[in-house]
């Protein structure tokens, strides 16, 4: 069966899906670090905010329409929520500011790209709206 790297193709061609799996794979490493009293605290609360962004992405190109608009919201959520728990876990000493400050960057370029995509199908929305025939 070939990997998910040889079946490109969908989702998997968006540059911010892209990203996202790699904002994923960093704060997977950054949590790993943390201490284990932490499991359910912090390091589960980051680890499914990064999971969710690219998986949101994922699920509404799946379905289109007004459900990807909705979707790439819920990913752009998940990354302010990842944003915020990043800058906690430095404040209290659990991320190193140079760990915490790469995961930021990363946020901050794939929160760009989302709010280019969420306009972008705006867009496309609005367009498509204007040329419907009257029912």
Do not use: C
């Not at 929520?81 to 901050?108: K, N, W």
């Amino acid at each position: 069966m070939p990997s998910s790297a040889e079946t490109k193709g969908g989702h998997r061609d968006l540059r911010v899906w892209q990203e996202a799996m790699e904002l994923a794979e960093v704060v997977y490493r950054l949590t790993k670090q943390f201490p284990r009293d932490e499991i359910y605290g912090l390091t589960s609360q980051m680890n499914r905010a990064a999971v969710s962004i690219p998986s949101n992405l994922a699920e509404g190109y799946g379905r289109g329409g007004r459900d990807y608009e909705r979707f790439v919201g819920m990913a752009y959520g998940s990354l302010l929520e990842l944003e915020t728990q990043t800058e906690l876990a430095q404040r209290i000493g659990l991320a190193a500011p140079d760990h915490a400050a790469d995961v930021l960057r990363r946020t901050a370029s794939v929160g760009r790209m989302l709010n280019g995509l969420r306009k972008g199908l705006k867009r496309t929305r609005s367009r498509s709206s204007t040329n419907d025939p009257e029912p």
